[in-house]
């Protein structure tokens, strides 16, 4: 069965750096997101990518944050200069056309 | 006001009890999603419902359109059933992302 694949699964950083999430959707799908939740926290939606450029981002989805589809399978998550409130588990999702289904295992970001 | 509310926060029960975890929801959707979430993190899909009612396993899921309300239940638990249970919807509106409750989270003792 397909499934959207998520690397690293945990990435610890020091204030300030760079960081990049990588994620690998299912391959024929359309629609690719990125979701968040802090700990004991629900899940957030940062953003939206369709068609190469982003469709929609919420108020979390800062000009610290960008995303990339690089190369046509990779869709990647980068965090210029974290802080210590961006650790969180961070999940991707992809979708052809239908309602959202399948997620990545999720990356887990330590910010110290 | 969250538009996604689940109850309860919290539910613990006996292995073999019937559980019920409910959500409700204020705005209005294409689909509403079931996952699954273990202590490890990683986001399971249980069920999709555009309406009616799914059954799999021991697992089923309803919703009822009008009242904007849905239920995941699960029936002869078992301590490998404990996990957080979240409820998501599907918005008519925007990029189609999910809104998520604050998930349930259920223990099932031996």
């Known amino acids: 069965e397909p499934e959207v694949t998520q690397t690293p699964s945990h990435q610890v950083t020091q204030m300030g750096q760079e960081v990049i999430l990588r994620c690998v959707p299912i391959s024929n799908h359309l629609y690719f997101y990125w979701y968040r939740q802090i700990l004991g926290q629900k899940v957030e939606f940062l953003v939206s990518f369709y068609n190469n450029e982003i469709s929609e981002k919420s108020e979390i989805f800062d000009d610290q944050f960008s995303v ?3 190369d046509g399978s990779n869709f990647t998550l980068k965090i210029r200069s974290t802080k210590l409130e961006d650790s969180a ?3 991707c999702a992809s979708r052809l056309g239908g309602p959202t289904g399948f997620f990545g295992p ?3 970001l330590t910010v110290l | 006001k969250n538009e996604v509310e689940q109850s309860p926060q ?3 029960a006996q292995e073999g009890e019937f559980i019920t975890i409910n959500c409700s929801y204020s705005v209005g ?3 509403l999603h079931w996952l699954q979430q273990h202590p490890g993190g990683g986001i399971v899909s249980l069920f999709m419902l555009s ?3 799914k059954k799999h396993g021991r697992l089923i899921a309803t919703k009822n359109i009008q009242e904007k309300h ?3 239940h699960i029936t002869a638990s078992h301590p490998r059933d ?3 249970y979240i409820c998501a919807v599907d918005r008519i509106q925007g990029a189609q992302k999910l809104v998520f409750g604050q998930g349930t989270r259920l223990t099932i003792n031996p």
Request: hydrophobic share 35%; net charge positive.
């Open chain 1, 68 to 70: 990339e589809r690089p």
């Open chain 1, 89 to 91: 588990m961070y999940f």
């Open chain 1, 106 to 108: 999720g990356t887990r």
């Open chain 2, 10 to 12: 919290n539910l613990t």
């Open chain 2, 29 to 31: 959707i294409s689909a």
């Open chain 2, 51 to 53: 309406s009616g009612k």
């Open chain 2, 70 to 72: 849905s239920s995941l």
């Open chain 2, 82 to 84: 404990s996990a957080v």
